[in-house]
């Protein structure tokens, strides 16, 4: 039979986790349902557990200096009422399933599922996100595009834990957040859009561009982001199909339960022109 | 509407608090898992994972003490390897072959929960395998040679009206259209389940069910007992739609079958993921009709051409297809009509009833197909449709005269003051972003034809207690719809007491008479008059004192004709009617549709309790919308592919707003006060309004259910 | 890990056993309290709903070992309280009653959103049962009756 550990504080529950190959539960919501078991058998985990939510060291919500850092162990109901919480981040984690699972489901859990279709991750990689992972040998932080290395696969080592979510605190007067979903409420995403970005005195300062549930990994372009940074929002709009067709060539769906590849590939890129020609109606209004 | 006697706030209409409502919300209602047995066994079905093969063998290895394994060979001398539904040849486990995956082989029974997965993992079936046929055009084509008979048809049936054949010769103009609606899951809250037992001597089951007497009827078919013999007690039953009309006998056969052999109580409940993958759909259906027209415009006939998808055994297939037909022209008076109706077998979880039992396969088809007339000719859909209303005393499909009094044009005009269909039926015309569609639809009250005469037979007894209050005896179940609520009011009226006077307990096969089946808008029409009647003779001998028990059994009002052979004459004792006007709103970007208003009317004789009624109305739209626009349900290789609550979507609060819905009252002579039946009507209106709706929205013609975002961008992209 | 306390509507209660097996399972099996349904297991329906220190959680998604020392409501407590007779009154008089089965965790459900907002808005309560699927009364009646226990309970809210 599993195990199930409960540690007193952050410093045993790293202990545990390198000398045994436990899995971290947090919120539970994903694992619970991953290893379910007939009604009345406790859920068929593969090794020990490891229980986190109770931890005081993962249930913070703070600013530190320009980085918003979300602990680990907070559920999204928490972060959602934040009110230092981005817009776009915000309105991705209120998509999340319904309110029971937002009461106990965690970030950094949505993060380690490492779905493509994860919505929290969506934001995430638009706001430039990083993950601060911790072993009894110290803490390193990882870009959330490096965390992730496809689906349910990501970087951190059989000794580390996450124990926090870092957000970047800037300036984003552009912020978008848009789930097509399975349904209107308590839904997978279909996929998912979010933006993030500045604009100051008609140019385009900066601009971050995710894509959820369209390929392996969300889809982000550094490069075509940097196509418009220093633009104005006519050049921007007149550069819209050029855009739309560089990520054309990076978005590249699957057909499955929930959606079609011509559905999301489509629609992914209605989304993106639509946000491209409407930027100028955005701007006025702030 | 109360203006009227009977709706007021006195008269039977009038709401009352459900008399489930208290223990229900207070979480003290037991349903089947919640029952505590002494020494209760564990049980899971062993089932095929291939769609269509030949079983080669199946290894069993040793079972430790205590634990069994249950297939054919422990069925008793005498007994059937058969469930008994309306034919015997779904088998109750697999034979030689298996026809879909799913298919019961066996079940393990044990103590502990574990040791039953393990044994059940350790399980080796070989295959031979067969080519499958799963979809309407494969089973058609025979793919793979034919699963039953030399035509893979489980019937075939024809209605003919007047001379169709001469109206297409004479037609100026022929409209064709086919019309396709997919597989949709019950998902009834609570899962299917059930407890065997051996108690007093006999097989006692207790289930969550809609029919004690057709598991009683299975049960003793498939051990070879006298029906007697078997016990079969109704439990709360968290919802069932049809999903546990017929289904539960494929549960109680192989569970009756276990206790015999283990005479201990075993619980066998079906998990989400296992019900939504191996229980029974709505039969998806291919529907083809030709109209033809002439000069003017005017419809001069009609050819239908309806097929659905009955899966691997027959169940009520044949029945459902009856009732698609006799619902194939709707509302209309249609001159000239000839429909073939066929039930074809594929290898997929065999389909069964699903609240309309095919009328809204039928009725999607007419009703969205007069649309597109509509369309083509130039008109609205309502205003066109209103022009064929079939009325009292036209001829109907099945060559009769139609005997309802008929409210059609009344409850436009009520459905249209509550929505404003006809002011933005032309409005949205040039409007890119919305659409209003209006679907019409009858409901055949009871089984089809004379069943309930020749067939079923109802019987229900009440008897006057010692306690002063009186008890009701009937095999109608509460599944949610209000029954112990309605049936108790009906009696409670005619004895002049209140409803907490009148015992009815959940109906055990040992202590009630078959009043039938739970099924076909029957309950309220028929078991609702016997307890009417029942009820006056009870208050009249009242003074017969404690003990003092009546009994009534069903009588077929007069002056109706049937021929089941021939399906010809009066194919229901009376109808339920209804309107449904839904207006949508676009998402040009997503290809999205929002839903911004349903109002519904309806005609159901005289409404028991307004509110039970208001509230099957609004749980049936939205079920009805769910079919329209959400429940995905594919089949890959034989398998649902959407079989889990997260992908299987139904629709949650947020997803449709509230249902409006009014009543025209409309007493019918053979029911209590005046009702007609009401919770399949409410299902058939919503989906074919709601396709009409997007059809108007995007300017194009919608011919499939489920509508998705992904089917509408497709439409409007196939240019 | 295998023997802790925790609070169970009110009272002080030990379990024994497994501290993985679902909360649910625990309710249901150890407990007797068979209020909380199991109708997916796989936290999409909300018919498990109890409240977890008084934030409303899917039971069948709680290994039990997380509720050591914390607080669960389930319908069964809720049920005696004040706030709970104002919602089961209210949900009794719209009809929001069918098959039954969604029932305790829609009173589950209404009690968490009341808790934090006395006077919500249609919108408010449907997004508030998003997470418990019913298909019997396509909400309607569920909602007004949220919104009449609102209303009745104005005081205890």
Sequence with gaps: ?286 | MNKSDTLNETGISAPVRRVDAMEKLTGKARYISDYPFEGLLHARLLRSDRPRAKILGIEVPDLPAGYSYVDARDIPAGGRNGIRMITDDWPVFARDEVRFVGETLGLVVGPDREKVLEILSGIRVTYEELEPAFTIEEGLACKGGPIVGDDNLYGTYHLTKGDPEAAFRRAARVVEGTYRTGFQEHLYLEPQGMVGTWEDGKITLYASAQCPFYIRKSVAHTLGIPEPAVRVRQVTTGGAFGGKEHFPDVIATVLSVAVNKIRRPIRLVFERAEDIRFTCKRHPSRVTIRTALDEAGAIIGMDIDTVINAGGYTSSSLIVLQRAILHGIGVYNIPNVHIRGRAVATNTFPSDAFRGFGAPQGLFAIELHMSHLARELGMDPGSFKQKYFIKTGDTTITNTAMKDEIRLNEMFRKVDAMSGYRRKVKAYDDDPLKGIGIAFVNHGCGFTGNGEQEIIKAVAEMERLSDGRAALYVSTVEMGQGLQTVLRKIAARELDCGVDNIVYDNPDTDRVPDSGPTVASRSTMVVGYLVQQCARELKRRWGEGPGTRVRKQYRHPEGLTWDQDTLQGDAYPSYGWGVNVVEVAFDPVTYEVKTTGIWTVYDVGVPMDTRIVTGQAAGGGIQALGYAAMEVCEVVDGRFRQHTLTDYTIPTAMDFPSVACEFVENPYAYGPFGAKGAGELVFDAAAPAYADAVGHLIGRKIHEIPVTPEKIMEVLQDE | MNEFNFTLNGKAVTYRGDPLKRLLDVLREDFGLTGAKEGCGEGECGACAALLDGAMVNTCLVPVGVVAGREVTTIEGIAGTKEGQDIIEALADAGAVQCGFCTPGMVVAAASLLRGNPRPTETEIREAISGNLCRCTGYDMIVSGIRAAAKRGRRSW
Excluded at chain 1, 123 to 151: C, K, Q
Excluded at chain 1, 189 to 206: Q, R, T, Y
């Design chain 1, 1 to 286: 039979m599993v195990r199930a550990f409960k540690p007193a504080d952050l410093t045993e529950a790293l202990r545990l986790r390198k000398e045994t190959a436990c899995v971290p539960l947090a919120g539970g919501t994903d694992l619970m349902v991953k290893y379910r078991n007939w009604t009345g058998l406790p859920p068929a985990f593969p090794g020990d557990v490891l229980f986190l939510s109770h931890l005081k060291e993962l249930q913070t919500l703070e600013r530190r200096g320009e980085t918003l850092r979300i602990g680990a162990g907070v559920p999204l109901a928490d972060i959602a009422a934040w009110p230092e919480t981005p817009a776009v981040l915000r309105e991705a984690v209120r998509g999340i399933a319904a309110p029971a699972i937002r009461n106990v489901a965690t970030l950094a859990g949505n993060v380690c599922n490492a779905s493509p279709a994860g919505d929290g991750i969506c934001a995430l990689y638009a706001l430039d996100a990083r993950l601060e992972l911790t072993s009894v040998d110290g803490t390193r932080e990882v870009s959330i595009l490096a965390f992730i290395t496809g689906p349910g696969r990501t970087v951190l080592r059989r000794d580390e834990l996450v124990t926090a979510v870092l957000v970047p605190r800037r300036a984003a007067n552009i912020q978008v957040f848009r789930k097509v979903g399975t349904r209107k409420a308590n839904a997978l995403a279909k996929l998912s859009f979010a933006a993030v970005g500045e604009v100051k005195e008609g140019i385009v300062d900066a601009m971050a561009l995710s894509f959820g549930a369209v390929g392996p990994t969300v889809v982000r372009s550094t490069e075509t982001e940097k196509r418009m940074a220093g633009k104005t929002l006519a050049e921007v709009t007149a550069l819209a199909p050029s855009i739309v067709e560089d990520y054309a060539a990076l978005i590249v769906p699957i057909d499955d339960q929930r959606s079609t590849a011509a559905y999301r590939k489509t629609v992914a890129l209605n989304l993106l022109k639509s946000f491209l020609e409407g930027l100028k109606e955005k701007v006025k209004g702030i």
